[in-house]
């Protein structure tokens, strides 16, 4: 195909100010033109390579003589790489790597592109440069920020990413040594996380070119090369979750009532009306952080629905699994990231729902991890327990004898000890694990009184043993949490309660705060409802929220009812629609939980158990989904 080429820009041929040139005599005067230069770049005799390295310096697409040039000297280089020295020739082959080819058409795009790969084929010299280079192009240049969100900018982005993602498979087959660096060079190219001191702007654009390298990453991660680049995209992906959750702060969003008892949290009920939409949830178009972390939740989430379709979930929550009890087990701030485990769980209950739970247990149980790791570990799974809809009952039943047995064990250990010695931070995994029974019991108790079967496996706990014995668990555990289960308990008629046991909605004591330590685990409950709009949509339908919870007691006040009233002769499950299940191994969004979840959509579904905090320093309960210190 011929080209014409400017001779004030290049001089190929003097006799003519314009002239026609055909490829093959292009590549003859690039080869010329990279030969004049002597043992250095400084050593070239002519300007005709000066003027090909301007060629590739010069990144304006609106110039179409330029753009021109730009794709004949490209298609034409292709074919001479073998001229191209490392080191007589570095200016230009900076020039090169330092293309975006966000600037052009796709004309440019494609010739660069070939380009790219010509080189990386060439020779193993250029690999690394060439694959730096394919990676940059993951993100626009800055002065791109604000097109790309447009229409006509997101089909740009999907050639551009097209192209990369195809330019790199096709290395990786020319040049398989290729993958033994794109590994390091993807994570390693992850814009980097803004201060919160920055400028609003600058949050604000370099958080949008995260998330478009994030959803770079991602294909790369579900494209031909993922299988064999291990799991290391996903698992930079969590961390930067991470990294952006615990950036968010609530304490000035809203402050809490004290006042209030914790089964008062109805963000409805609040004259905080600002602070929330039509739909009860918070407005986060003032943090940019929030925003943007809710995008990445999404992104996340479709690309694990994606790998789950394609037959691939079993791989992803290997990797997940991994990156949770790396980089968010122990992230006592972080509030929303745990949220793709929950996601992921849902979507294979039978493995990756119970694979989730009896890791979380045997964390806890496992007297080789810090007692901060075992009670975090205990905390997520009384709160997975709890709010996962998609579980079989039976499984909260088996993790929740598990955890009443570890807990009798323990206490048989120190049963002598008198109770003035007794010191809450000494006996801290003793406690968790005893809150972590009560929390769970709160949200489940009714469904398992109302099947026989698992209502005889609850009887069968020690429960009485370890709520009642000198280490007292029931002073030192959160008051709001041991209030509302011994309400429980009592019209369930598990055992005989005191009234010195009700503690009148207070939500938190000395005792509970020297237990939790200076991290508040005794107030971490980290599924409690995700606020982020978007993400929210994907965790909303297998969420169990408290105001669908039927409890043991009716909502009148009346403590006395007898929950076998609800069981028939059968001694079979009922449902509202007066239909029998036999079936007590159903999953939990199958039993008393059957309800239209539009209903709710803006009743009580930020609803929390979590105890309300009136410190400055701690999340308000009533919007968050955990309630971790700020700040450790």
């Known amino acids: 195909m011929g080209m014409e080429i400017e001779n004030n820009k290049m001089e190929v041929i003097k006799e003519e100010e314009d002239s026609e040139v055909t490829d093959s005599e292009m590549v003859r005067f690039l080869r010329n033109a990279l030969q004049e230069v002597g043992e250095t770049e400084f050593e070239s005799s002519t300007h005709h390579y000066s003027d090909l390295v301007a060629v590739f310096g010069n990144q304006d697409g609106r ?3 330029h753009v021109a040039l730009l794709v004949a000297s490209s298609r034409a280089l292709s074919r001479a790489v073998t001229y191209i020295d490392i080191d007589r020739h570095n200016s230009l082959l900076s020039n090169i790597f330092r293309m975006s080819i966000w600037n052009f058409g796709e004309n440019v795009m494609d010739a660069l592109i070939d380009l790219i790969k010509a080189l990386a084929a060439s020779s193993g010299k250029y690999v690394e440069d060439c694959l730096e280079m394919l990676v940059r192009n993951f993100k626009p240049p800055q002065n791109l920020l604000n097109f790309v969100s447009q229409p006509h ?3 740009k982005k999907e050639k551009v990413q097209d192209r990369v993602h195809k330019a790199l498979k096709d290395i990786a087959e020319l040049m398989p040594v290729s993958l033994l660096y794109l590994n390091g060079i993807v994570v390693q190219r992850m814009p980097r996380m803004s201060s919160k001191n920055d400028f609003p702007r600058k949050i604000k654009d370099d958080l949008q070119l995260s998330e478009i390298y994030v959803e770079s990453m991602l294909k790369l991660e579900r494209g ?7 799991n290391v995209m996903l698992s930079a992906v969590v961390y930067r979750l991470v990294e952006l959750d615990v950036e968010i702060e609530w304490d000035e969003i809203l402050q809490d009532d004290p006042s209030k008892g914790i089964f008062d949290m109805e963000i409805e009920d609040t004259d905080e009306a600002a602070d929330y939409n039509d739909d009860g949830e918070v407005k986060m178009g003032a943090d940019a952080f929030a925003d943007r972390l809710d995008s990445l939740m999404v992104l996340t989430c479709e690309h694990i629905k994606s790998r789950a379709d394609e037959g691939h979930l079993h791989e992803v929550f290997d990797t997940l699994l991994l990156s949770f009890k790396k980089s968010i087990l122990d992230t006592h701030k972080s509030k929303f990231a745990q949220f793709v485990m ?8 039978e493995r990756c729902g119970v694979r989730f739970a009896v890791t979380l247990a045997d964390t806890f149980v496992r007297a080789g991890e810090s007692p901060t790791t075992r009670m975090s570990a205990v905390a997520y799974l009384a709160s997975y327990l709890s709010r996962a809809r998609f579980l079989p009952s039976t499984l909260v039943v088996s993790m929740l004898k598990r955890l009443v047995d570890w807990c009798a064990k323990y206490y048989c250990k120190f049963q002598d000890v008198e109770e003035e010695n007794i010191n809450p931070h000494v ?7 005893c809150q972590a029974v009560m929390y769970v019991l709160c949200y489940r108790m009714r469904m398992m009184v109302d099947v026989p079967h698992l209502k005889s496996l609850l009887l069968d706990m020690p429960l009485e043993s370890i709520f009642r014995n000198s280490l007292d668990p029931l002073k030192v555990c959160l008051p709001s949490i041991v209030n509302e289960f011994l309400r429980q308990a009592k019209a369930a008629r598990l055992f005989t309660v005191s009234e010195k046991f009700f503690f009148n909605d207070l939500l938190e004591s000395d005792l509970s705060k020297t237990y939790g330590g200076i991290e508040r685990l005794d107030t971490f409950f980290p599924f409690d ?11 909303r ?3 169990l929220y408290w105001s669908i919870v039927n409890k043991t007691y009716d909502d009148d006040g009346d403590d006395n009812g007898n929950s076998d009233e609800d069981v028939n002769e059968d001694e079979g499950f009922v449902d509202g629609d007066g239909e029998c299940f036999h079936d007590g191994d159903r999953n939990l969004d199958e039993l008393d939980y059957e309800v239209d979840l539009d209903e709710f959509e803006n009743s009580m579904n930020k609803m929390s158990i979590t105890p309300r905090k009136s410190l400055k320093h701690m999340m308000p309960a009533r919007i968050r989904p955990s309630t971790s210190p700020e700040s450790l």
């Open 63 to 65: 110039d179409t003589d």
């Open 153 to 155: 900018g997101i089909a």
């Open 224 to 230: 031909v090369l993922g299988r064999f680049m291990g």
């Open 342 to 349: 929950f996601y992921a769980c849902s979507l294979d209950p």
């Open 427 to 433: 006996h801290r995994v003793f406690y968790s694990g």
């Open 529 to 539: 409802p995700c606020l982020l709009r978007n993400c929210d949509s994907f965790i």
């Open 541 to 543: 339908p297998h969420f």
